[in-house]
Structures are given as structure tokens and as C-alpha cells.
């Protein structure tokens, strides 16, 4: 291995243990909501990722998180050729470490070879990340299997919070977070992490989006909602005003998931926060999940259409 990698591993094994204590919130559903501390960024070379974790960083609830950047080098078949593999992975981390210009107390990172859907998974469990960010190509259904694409196995394999990228998109400064709202706990996850995500943010605002259901694919417009107080909106709103976070509540009729990519392009959101339950039984959290590989999923077919970024909050059950 060349000498001049020597560091990256250095850096990345001294750090990979990070530190664990966080500091807690209160929610309006009586639970203890986690500051994300731990940030693992997994990156290719394409910059994407990158400038989405540059932009977060900027934010101040994010501004203490600490990022390990993941480079995988994938087996080769001679060991001339994965020599070559291994320099040039290493000068990836090392273009990724200087553009995101961060404090070196606040970054690590890892080389490794392997699969990398099997290794960013691997990574992110040894470390507890509290967030994956990946860059995407968002290809629909069974593309994404055909063409082995790691952020859809990552995306059903991992059950960690997950921030994608995709590769055409314009990444904005974060000031419009939306969540897709129902009675669901992933919903009510989505809402903890966007208000936590715009604490401190000036010119904030959090669009709390409802969408009545119409399988037939009829539209209406976007309207604005004043919601009942003990309504789901209306918790949600009155959680916002509390911690001082700028709430907007809106409503339309259609299908879901092309409805939810309607709202977030009209009002031109920043950041797409949406609900994703993994509910598969223990005993086959290893293997993959079907609806979300193929692409029928809610969440995966907000990820592959939306025009923002969108983080995909997992909960069990």
C-alpha cells in the first residue's frame, strides 16, 4: 500500500470509535429525541454527497456532528490493478476531506475493500452513525438491481436514517424542510428530525404537508391548512411554534407518492423528510426487503422522483 495513504487509516481507526454521549430533547410525544452526532458520508468521486454534508454543516444543529467519510475499493483481479484502486481511493477521501474544509477534531476517515453495499452497512453499525449520506442516480425499480446500485441495497438493508443525493439535483442551503405527515410513527420521527434540523436556522420553515389519498390520480390544488388542535396537524404545528420553528401546513388530493414530489417541487423545498418502517420481522433483517428493492414502496418511489434531497427516516416496526 502506498506510504502516503498511510494517514487515512491512521486517522480512520483512532476515530472510528466516536464519542457517544448526546444531548436530549423532549418531543410532544414524550420521548427522548438524539442530536445527530455521528455523520457517516459515503462517497465516490462525484462531489454530490459532499456538497449536501457541506451545506448541512453550516446549519446549527449539526455544527458539533462529527463525519467519517467512507471510500470502499472494490476487489480487483490483479494486484497491480488494485494498487491503482487503492491510490485512487485514496485520493478521493482526500479531495472529499479538503472540500468539506471541516475541523480536523470533527473528521475522520476509512479506506476499505470489499462490496461496498455490504461495507457502507458495516461501517455505519461499527460506528452508530446517526445518519448515512449517500449520492444517487436514482434509477427506478429494477434498474437499480440490474445495475447493482449500493445506495438501493443500503437504502433496504440499513435500518439508520438516510440522506440521498442524487446526481441531478441542484443542492440548495437548507431553509425550507418539508415532512410528509400522517398518523404514523415514522411520520411523527420525520417531524423530530426536521425540527431539530432547523433549530437556529434564520428564515427557517417547516412545511408540514397532508395528502388525502386518491388512487384514481385526481389533483387539486395545494391548499393551506389551519388544523384542529388535537389533530395530528394540529400537535405537529403547535410542537413547531414551540420550539420557534416557522410551520406552514398544506394539503392536496392524489396519489401519494406523486403528490408528496408535486408539493416539494412547487414550493420549492430544500430538504424532503419522509417516513420509511422497515417492517420486516427480526429473523430477516439481513435479507432484502422486496417492496423497497423492486420499487413499490412509498419512500422508495419518493426517492427516485423527488426534485430536493430527500432523508428517509427509519423506524421498526
Known sequence: MPKYLT???????????????????????????????????????????????????????????????????????????????????????????QYLNLDPSQVSSILRQGDPKDVVCQVADEMEADLIIMGSRGMKRLQSILSNSVSQYVFQLSSRPMLLVKDDIYVKNIKRVMVAMDNSESAKNSLNLALFLLRGVVGGQLVLANINTDLGGKLSGITDLQPERNSVLGMAMAEAERQSVAVRCVTSSGKPGEEICRLSRDLNIDLLLIGSPDRRPSIAKSFVDIDRLIGSSLSDYVRVNATSPVLLVRTIG
Open 7 to 97: 494517514w487515512l487509516f491512521s486517522i480512520s481507526e483512532k476515530h472510528l470509535k466516536l464519542n457517544t454521549s448526546s444531548k436530549n430533547h423532549k418531543n410532544l410525544y414524550g420521548k427522548d429525541v438524539n442530536m445527530i452526532q455521528k455523520i457517516l458520508l459515503a462517497v465516490s468521486g462525484l462531489g454530490h454527497a459532499e456538497e449536501m454534508l457541506k451545506n448541512l454543516k453550516e446549519m446549527p444543529s449539526f455544527q458539533g456532528a462529527k463525519v467519517t467519510v467512507l471510500h470502499v475499493v472494490t476487489p480487483q483481479s490483479t494486484a497491480a490493478v488494485m494498487t491503482d484502486k487503492w491510490e485512487e481511493g485514496g485520493k478521493i477521501l482526500a479531495k472529499a476531506i
